[in-house]
């Protein structure tokens, strides 16, 4: 039997109504599948050993691939505003800095524009993940990258590696990296988001199966024992300022719903990071001026960075040397710095120029001093590269995050938000006295997450992982 007209008009109208719920469908599957892909391209970031692929290249075929899928949805399927204005006004006052300091200098390199580049498209894409409530698969696939590392660095502490290694540190575990620096530098990064994933089992409210106990439980000791074989001082101040940002979120969120955590979850992690502490403080991860370092005198050494000590730790007198030379190529051009990539030139150049220094002749003597391509600190590289015009764009979008961040959690924080919060909180601490931003995992992680978590703070939502 034909429609009748009636019957054609109303399958026209029920069509027209689910219309606007259809799309919004579309959207969700288009962007859930953007979040599969963005995490599963980090696990590919951070495992891309040396032996196999170049980690630079990969995160810049993975970045491009991401971004491109996502500009591509946002076109076909629209896209809210996902992110305040101040941020987008930052992120592109940022850029015009960045091209103005190349474009006034004749040495720059042009690949160091590609993280700033990449950073901004990252802020967003993470922006747009939060905004649809699809970032579960990123936050997720992070920290099983995290875990796999440090698994991996245990292998190589345990001379059970099975690949061959191209870095320059064989007596240190330094995972699929070059550097144990920057293995310590992701597990930093990830474990307060994994400290934060395991919060959710203190909520007396909701019975959680023993399989996720156990899971979120071992991912917490698995990372936490990579930052361990890591050796970096720099990455376990950073954890624990990371770490202590998830706590205090969480014990605001506690005092809002005035009650008390399970307290047996809380007890067991600790009593596990303080076994896993025990048995691996006799280790001997590095070799020092006076033969082995173990875990526990790593541990120990966690204060020579500031104080008396410090005058006669190597690290910290070359990294101090490193920041003079970057303050002395940012007071030469302090508007627009030396130009995009070329703070160890200028650096070599100013350390040239002291060949006085005390602490310059103790390096020379014992053949530390040498200038790398980052002044081992965001800030004072970025002063000496791109000066203040390139500085401020980014350290106020970082206050940004951090004053919506705040406030954020005086309301009331998420899993993620917290988690994400202290993430973002370790990478900048360890920022002070490393490169973590030049560091693909790192940055990529660090990027995506301060997207999501700058839309939570904005928007706050109740999300579990």
């Known amino acids: 039997m034909s429609d009748t007209p009636a019957r054609t008009w109303n399958r026209i109208k029920l069509d027209y109504q689910d219309m606007p719920d259809r799309m919004q469908k579309q959207r969700h599957t288009g962007v859930g599948w953007l979040s599969s892909t963005t995490g599963a391209g980090l696990i590919l970031i951070a495992l891309a050993h040396p032996v196999l692929a170049d980690r630079a290249t990969v995160a810049l075929v993975v970045g491009l691939i991401a971004i491109t899928v996502a500009i591509a949805g946002t076109a076909r399927q629209g896209s809210a505003q996902a992110l305040p204005r101040p941020v987008g006004a930052l992120a592109i006052l940022w850029l015009v800095a960045m091209l103005a300091s190349a474009a006034t200098h004749d040495v720059w390199h042009p690949s160091a524009l590609l993280p700033p580049v990449l950073a901004v498209a990252l802020i967003w894409l993470g922006g747009r993940l939060a905004a649809t409530g699809q970032q579960q698969p990123v936050i997720t696939s992070i920290v099983i990258a995290a875990v796999i590392v440090a698994i991996h660095a245990g292998l190589q502490h345990f001379g059970l590696d099975p690949l061959s290694r191209l870095d320059d540190f064989p007596k240190r575990a330094v995972g699929p990296f070059l550097n144990p620096n920057h293995l310590g530098s992701l597990v930093?990064?990830?474990?307060?988001?994994?400290?934060?994933?395991?919060?959710?089992?203190?909520d007396r409210d909701v019975q959680h199966p023993w399989t996720l106990r156990l899971g979120l439980g071992a991912a917490v000791v698995a990372i936490y024992s990579g930052l361990l074989l890591a050796g970096s001082r720099g990455a376990i101040w950073a954890a624990l300022a990371g770490s202590l940002v998830v706590l205090a979120c969480f014990a605001r969120t506690l005092a809002l719903r005035t009650r008390w955590p399970a307290w047996l979850p809380l007890v067991g992690l600790a009593m596990s990071l303080m076994g896993v502490t025990r048995l691996l403080q006799e280790r001997a991860i590095m070799e020092?001026?006076?033969?082995?370092?173990?875990?526990?005198?790593?541990?120990?050494a966690l204060s020579n960075m500031t104080g008396e000590a410090a005058q006669t730790d190597l690290t910290v007198l070359h990294r101090r040397i490193l920041w003079r030379a970057a303050l002395q190529v940012f007071v030469q051009d302090p508007v627009l710095g030396a130009g995009p990539g070329s703070y160890q030139q200028a650096g070599a150049a100013i350390l040239d120029g002291m060949p006085e220094d005390p602490i310059v002749v103790l390096l020379q003597r014992l053949h530390r001093l040498e200038v790398p391509r980052f002044a081992h600190n965001e800030w004072l590289h970025s002063l000496a590269e791109t000066g203040i015009a390139g500085t401020l764009p980014w350290s106020l979008l970082v206050m940004f995050w951090a004053l919506t961040g705040l406030l954020g959690a005086w309301r009331e924080s998420?899993?993620?938000q917290r988690g994400?919060?202290?993430?973002?909180?370790?990478?900048?601490?360890?920022?002070?006295v490393s490169y973590p931003l030049y560091l693909p995992a790192t940055a990529g992680t660090f990027w995506i997450l301060l997207g999501i978590s700058t839309y939570c703070c904005k928007r706050p939502t109740r999300i579990t992982i």
């Open 188 to 202: 930093a990064c990830v474990l307060p988001l994994a400290l934060s994933a395991y919060l959710i089992l203190c």
């Open 288 to 300: 020092g001026p006076a033969g082995k370092v173990s875990v526990g005198e790593r541990l120990q």
């Open 414 to 416: 998420t899993t993620i």
């Open 420 to 432: 994400a919060l202290g993430a973002c909180a370790a990478v900048l601490v360890h920022g002070l």
